[in-house]
């Protein structure tokens, strides 16, 4: 066991807790039903929340380290705390690290609007400028699927695969995001939410008028190419 | 008098008190307008919050002591302040306790959405998995009833009864929750009126894609038995 | 001048002042755009939020005493700070206090749900309990009228005297309620935004169940006299 | 360069700093979705907000300065921190700067009911007396412009010179506002969400009652001439 994964296991253990925060403040997630998790680097690991232990008690130390099958590690060097279990969407997260190579954090909520969009199968439409910077086109949906085994880590990874957006409504369910860290997958699952919630305001009183897919790509390809310090 | 019940008392007016503020927190009530109780274990009681005070005056002793036909109890050891009215919603919460042996805490709000779907007197379809986890099925509508005999919480009971729900709206009135002790009344209190949010939402634009029963009844059994720590 | 009234003064001008914080805190305001009074016992005088002063920033030395033709009082006794003058909503409390003797405070908001069926000019239909408890039947619409004379003050008092409800929804612009003193004038208005927005959303999905006359005259009576402590 | 601009960049890096608290503060913003500018007077200069930084971050040392072609401005007495990019709207900001020279302060978000109104690129009617108050009339809608030259810049000034608003629904993007200074700029943005949800929620029920132009005029005249302190 190298210092260098001990170090980083360490250092997403402080993040991924402290990450959770901003899901409360965004109101994306209520009681202990939305969770964050974020790869460790060099190793077959990712540091997850524990289930269902409230957003306000969540310590760095309280996180849950397991290999990329979902497995807890055991060993020592993990510094899990005794008897806790990792997040009951553990093994979504698992499949979605073990098959993209380029996710290091992932995000999974309930979010209010994101998830009525979610209950109708409905992909929202790029109809706002900050949605064709920010996901580059709609936000898919991608299949119903139960938990307990790999088909909602599988519906994630083929829906995505499908798609720029790094956001997908899983049918009936919530929303899945990724991002090359766990932060930058935070970012996306609060500007699904805003945008799910500004179009559902939008079709309430008429049509939203479509941007062009021309311009959504122009917006698309220079917010993720210039924006930013 | 044994010391173990008062040890209880002391206890459930701390954590009923406590309680109170993830109402507020959660926005599920305004002004003096809900409340929540528990069961002393051991005993013929209940504590629970006195009638009209802010949420933000609730201090544990506060709280009020009654026997589960909901009249104050004036013995020393209640240590009730002198002149304090409970709740003016007491007596479902009462009739609740008397018939339904396993329930250790009630929630009562009129949280926004909820009580929406409680003034059309519709039921919450189960159209979200967290619905299914939760609820186990739709969230059912009680009978029109004034407050100021059993007839609140007899519809309470015989609605409840026919359900996996431990939450009824109760009609052109509000919610009602019960759980094994008031924390997890409360949790299903603020689950109720997420999921309540949520499909209002869903069907202000179309019709969300129902769940099939069987597969409610496994995300039911799974959550019940398997979810959490 | 009486030591009394002076006394008075400064206790209400410490209530008026704290009082605007429930106005935030509720969300019933933004910026300036809502203010309270109070009358002050004992002489024809009122204390009032000053002009355009954000809340952040209200003290109680900077609440305004005028008379009750909303005149700025100019006696050094007011303690009235030099230049400030009263909200620009001074005469429509000044008429009301003039009319009503039983009214001891006063509140006016735009608060969002209100202030859309206000739009409407549409009448809150009494379709839930706690409305038949509060307000002992629909909340009413007021004519539109103009800033500047007595015309707002004089559809308040005329619109409120053929209803039970202490609130009353001004034509295209926002809501004036009345109580025993400016808390109970607070609570109404913090009851009615609450109905407002609750009433809004049953009617989105279909149309709510009517509550018997006899009912809501129940519930009203019941409240009014047994409620709270 | 004479002091008395270098004290005021100082003073505008704090009043910058500070005002983007009260877009947090009214929900106008999510993540780094939103900014605000101030010109320097007496200089052809801006203190605007640095691209992607979080508003819990923002400083005023991180306030950057540039000309009004949107330039970085890399003299010593500017004081920008090394490397640290301008909003990416700063050339629509800078425009309006150069066109408009009462102009001495900008808004922009994306704030949601507004943003809604805009995705339809429907003007908000004027059916509040707060909106105669602040707006005089209808929100206008700009046109469809893509970030990267003039062109949101130029649709913002031409549409606001044929209306009295003070802020403008740029199509299927969001809202711009000016004002005399920032502050004033981002009461605008605060005034135009609140009546984009007030006429929202009103248009959801039914049509909300015009208000005859002669009253608009009326109370417009009153409100920028008479109100505050």
Redesign the interface.
Known sequence: MSENVAEAIQRLRKEVAELHQELTR?GLV??T?GNISARVPGADLMVIK????SYAELAPELMVVTDLEGRLVTDDWAENVA???PS?DTAAHAYVYRHLSAVGGQVHT?S??A???A????PIPC????MGDEFGGEIPVGP?A???DDSIGRGIVETLAQSHSRAVLM????VFTIGADAESAV?TA??CE?VA?????????????P?AQA?ID??FD?YQN????
């Not at 109809?127 to 900050?130: A, C, P, R, S």
């Not at 049918?171 to 919530?174: E, K, L, V, W, Y």
């Open positions: 965004y209520v009681w039903a524990p289930s269902g232990v008897g806790l279990k009951s309930h209010t609007y998830t009525a969009w209950a109708r199968r409905e109809v706002l400028t900050m119903f139960l938990i307990g049918a009936n369910h919530g970012k609060v500007m805003e919630k500004t179009v559902h305001l939008a079709r309430q009183l008429g049509e939203p008028v941007i311009d122009r917006l220079r210039v924006y930013g310090q």
